[in-house]
């Protein structure tokens, strides 16, 4: 199983907001470690969202957000559209794997 | 605008060999580290190993250490990932990502290539 922990599945209607956590450890998040989150359309390679826990990328729009606490982080997506049905994972580093460390995904469905 | 392509994957016995290549373009090779990343079908990212810029600092996911080696060749702007003694779970869709600080490594990937699949069938 992987390090991270998130929600296997969240969903929402158009419009609204949902939250996907991201739980890790005293050697990851806890540790802290940087949070970033990716986005996976089907058939196409991850996307950078969310870097350095609350940074957005050139391009990528304001309605995604990142927080973290402690050994936790979130991933927000508000004003919910069809095109953000996807799969995100969050990412961090472990010290005590020497390595990067991946949540094992969630899957979002807009309704 | 970078560029990052993967080759080298297709179907392989186990036990076998196999070496991935990612040709970049776009930026300067020889000032980034750079990853390998993987995802089983059906099964979530699995980060493989780094490589620093100049290629003198190498990290393995404990997972592969001993079978997978990780190299580049900066005359090139070619990443690579040597497989061997491969195995039914090392099926999966391959990345090569860039990390983006310069001249050190912030163990996170902000450019991806399409990926290449290996499955390991006999």
């Known amino acids: 199983q992987s390090v991270l922990t998130q929600p296997p599945s969240v969903s929402g209607a158009p419009g609204q907001r949902i939250t996907i956590s991201c739980t890790g450890s005293s050697s990851d998040i806890g540790a802290g470690y940087d949070v970033h989150w990716y986005q996976l359309l089907p058939g196409t390679p991850p996307k950078l969202l969310i870097y350095g826990n609350n940074n957005r990328p050139s391009g990528v729009p304001d309605r995604f957000s990142g927080s973290k606490s402690g050994a936790s982080a979130s991933l927000a997506i508000s004003g919910l559209q069809a095109e953000d049905e996807a799969d995100y994972y969050c990412q961090s580093y472990d010290s005590s794997l020497n390595g990067v460390v991946f949540g094992g995904g969630t899957k979002l469905t807009v309704l | 605008q970078v560029q990052l392509v993967e080759s080298g994957g297709g179907v392989v016995q186990p036990g076998r060999s196999l070496r991935l290549s990612c040709a970049a373009s776009?930026?300067?090779?020889?000032?980034?580290?750079m990853h390998w990343v993987r995802q089983a079908p059906g099964k979530g990212l699995g980060w493989v190993a780094i490589?620093?810029?100049?290629?003198?600092?190498?990290y393995y996911a404990d997972s592969v250490k001993g079978r997978f080696t990780i190299s580049r060749d900066n005359s090139k702007n070619t990443l690579y990932l040597q497989i061997n003694s491969l195995r039914a779970e090392d099926t999966a869709v391959y990345y090569c990502?860039?990390?983006?600080?310069?001249?050190?490594?912030?163990?996170?990937?902000?450019?991806w290539g399409q990926g290449t699949l290996v499955t390991v069938s006999s």
């Open positions: 990502a860039r990390d983006p600080s310069m001249y050190t490594s912030d163990f996170r990937f902000d450019y």
């Open positions: 776009g930026f300067t090779f020889t000032s980034y580290a």
């Open positions: 490589i620093s810029y100049d290629g003198s600092n190498k």
